[in-house]
C-alpha cells in the first residue's frame, strides 16, 4: 500500500509564505493527475491546485499566489504558497491517482496550515 507523507505545513503570520511537499512511500507509476486539496473547519474539502496531462488548474482563491510544481522524477509534488491569507487555514491533503487502468487514488494524512496573526 502507498503513503503519501506531507511535510511543510504550520503557523505563519498573514502575508507570509510556506512549502509543502508530498512525497510516496514507493514508486507510484504513470499518475494520471497530481494536485493538493485544502479542508477548512466546517467546510467540504476543496480543490486548491492539480495538474493532469500538463495542465495546471488552480483555485480562484489562490491563483497568482500559489504554484504547484511536480518532481517527476520523486514523484513528489509541492505547493508553494505566497502572500498567505488568514482564510488560506486548513488542513491540506496532497492526492496523486491514476483515472485509467490501473485505477489508483492515493492520499494524504493531511497537514495544518494556519494563517494567523
Known amino acids: 500500500q502507498v503513503q503519501l507523507v506531507e511535510s511543510g505545513g504550520g503557523l505563519v503570520q498573514p502575508g507570509g509564505s510556506l512549502r509543502l511537499s508530498c512525497a510516496p512511500s514507493?514508486?507510484?507509476?504513470?499518475?494520471?493527475?497530481m494536485g493538493w486539496y485544502r479542508q477548512a473547519p466546517g467546510n467540504q474539502r476543496e480543490l486548491v491546485a492539480e495538474?493532469?496531462?500538463?495542465?495546471?488548474t488552480y483555485a480562484d482563491s489562490v491563483k497568482g499566489r500559489f504554484t504547484l510544481s511536480v518532481d517527476s522524477a520523486k514523484n513528489t509534488e509541492y505547493l508553494q504558497m505566497n502572500s498567505l491569507k488568514p482564510e488560506d487555514t486548513g488542513v491540506y491533503y496532497c492526492?496523486?491517482?491514476?483515472?485509467?487502468?490501473?485505477?489508483?487514488?492515493?492520499w494524504g494524512q493531511g497537514i495544518q496550515v494556519t494563517v494567523s496573526s
Open positions: 514507493k514508486t507510484i507509476f504513470f499518475a494520471t493527475t
Open positions: 492526492n496523486i491517482r491514476r483515472s485509467g487502468g490501473p485505477y489508483y487514488d492515493y
Open positions: 495538474i493532469s496531462s500538463d495542465i495546471i
